[in-house]
């Protein structure tokens, strides 16, 4: 299995702060410890108080990093270790950790792509209303500049936000993520918020002199199984990708999505004056793909697992999602095309911008013996999305590279240790890590590529 002509094409590997870091002693809370630590919210138990232990284990990470021969490593910057409280003063303790995190990374000629928030946010905004507080995003820009202050020179690719639709649906709607809010028509007021936090952000940062700024979406291919869905499978569309690209470009809120939730909000939380800092222009946009959603009519007996359920989504007409063929552990369906349609989302939406796949995995039952880890849908996987996505990029397509996801198994959210995206096993008893197959394939084509 080959990584077909890559040329100049990026490939890294992705992670999030709360998902490995741990030394949750170091730093301040988050809603993602609150909702960890309370009973019965995380599959297995797991918090965040370990993960993978890469707060102690940098040096190794990073050596780990340098023998895949990365070219880019995404990471996201913990809100709660450099500025606990979310506002106010900095950590010296954790902005020194990032500091050797992106020296490390840049001393091993890999480029650090920050996030400044992959869902970490400091309890005490949480308790003021969280996201569907206006406040949060202006929290957010300060914090933003202070990083862009701190790092400008070091760090050459910025995002704001992972996936705000996970925050705001998931977090506040169904409730299956932190915070573990279940308000529908609050969940759409903390969409804007988050969109509006980005926006600031964006002004403020390029103010204090960072470049290569953009934003994380999951895109998803919405398909309707039979005509009769056709209305359905709008609204889901709507929710899950047109809102945060019409926001984003400056457009507001379409008149469709208006009206299809206007059950539960009466959108006073918009402003037309804001579209300016919504629609600040972003020097590039990521795109986060794991699966297609087909849209199908209502199952009589509800699906349990959150790939199944539509819970997350606000004012959901009667439907249920239809995946096809073998299913990830996610539950998720593999298609390989979709990545490019979700690219093909991205480029209508907000024309122009260069495009980067930010994350792409798939969560399978590795079989590990003494001669290592196998995991064949693992890399099958990786090679068939890579490979459509360069064809994409072949035909013209202005995408620019891959972060797998993830480097390592971590903690996967609500899932806890029972997931694992890794392309390196990490033994969640001792944090050992192993290079899978996955990890030494995908090295192979990093190297041979190089030389
Ligand atoms: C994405 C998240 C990432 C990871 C993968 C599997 O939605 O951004 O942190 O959990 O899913």
């Given at each position: 299995m080959e990584i077909r002509d890559p040329g100049d094409f990026e490939l890294g590997v992705a992670t999030s702060s709360w998902q490995i870091e741990g030394d949750i002693a170091g730093r301040g809370r988050c809603t993602w410890d609150d909702f960890s630590e309370t009973p019965g919210r995380v599959i297995d138990g797991a918090t965040g108080a370990v993960a993978c232990d890469h707060v102690n284990r940098l040096e190794e990470d990073l050596d780990l990093l340098a023998w895949l021969g990365v070219d880019a490593y995404r990471f996201s910057i913990s809100w709660p270790r450099v500025m606990p409280g979310g506002t106010g003063s900095l950590s010296s303790s954790g902005l020194e950790f990032y500091d050797r995190l992106v020296d490390g990374l840049l001393a091993r000629g890999i480029t650090p792509v920050a996030t400044l928030y992959h869902w970490d946010l400091p309890s005490e905004l949480e308790a003021e209303g969280g996201w569907v507080n206006r406040e949060t995003a202006h929290r957010f820009a300060e914090y933003s500049e202070a990083m862009a202050r701190h790092f400008a020179g070091r760090i050459g690719r910025w995002a704001t936000l992972n996936e705000p639709w996970c925050t705001a649906f998931l977090g506040y709607c169904s409730g299956y993520f932190a915070p573990g809010r279940t308000e529908p028509g609050a969940s759409l007021e903390a969409a804007y918020n988050l969109i509006l936090g980005h926006g600031l952000a964006v002004e403020r940062m390029r103010a204090a002199g960072a470049t290569d700024i953009g934003i994380v979406l999951n895109l998803i291919p919405i398909v309707a199984?039979?005509?009769?869905m056709e209305a359905a499978a709008a609204h889901a569309d709507g929710l899950q990708n047109r809102i945060f690209l019409d926001l984003l470009a400056g457009r507001g809120v379409s008149n469709e999505v208006r009206a299809s939730c206007a059950s539960i909000t009466d959108w006073s939380f918009v402003h037309d004056s804001d579209n300016v800092t919504l629609g600040t222009p972003i020097d590039w946009l990521g795109v986060n793909y794991y699966t297609v959603m087909r849209v199908a009519e209502p199952k009589s007996t509800e699906a349990a697992s959150i790939g199944q359920d539509t819970a997350h989504i606000p004012a959901c007409p009667p439907m249920s999602f239809a995946p096809r063929g073998e299913l990830t552990q996610m539950g998720w369906e593999i298609y390989p095309e979709g990545i490019v349609d979700a690219l093909r989302i991205a480029e209508r939406g907000l024309p122009g911008v260069p495009l980067w796949i930010c994350e792409n995995g798939v969560a399978v039952d590795d079989v590990a013996d003494d001669a290592g880890v196998h995991d064949p849908i693992r890399t099958k996987y990786l090679a068939d999305h890579i490979n459509a996505v360069l064809d994409a990029r072949r035909a013209g397509m202005d995408v620019r590279g891959y972060f797998a996801w993830s480097l390592m198994d971590n903690l996967e959210w609500s899932s806890g240790w029972t997931m694992q995206f890794g392309i390196v096993r990490v033994d969640p008893a001792t944090c050992e890590r192993t290079p899978k197959d996955s990890a030494h394939w995908y090295r192979s084509q990093l190297l041979g590529r190089k030389t």
């Open positions: 199984e039979t005509p009769s």
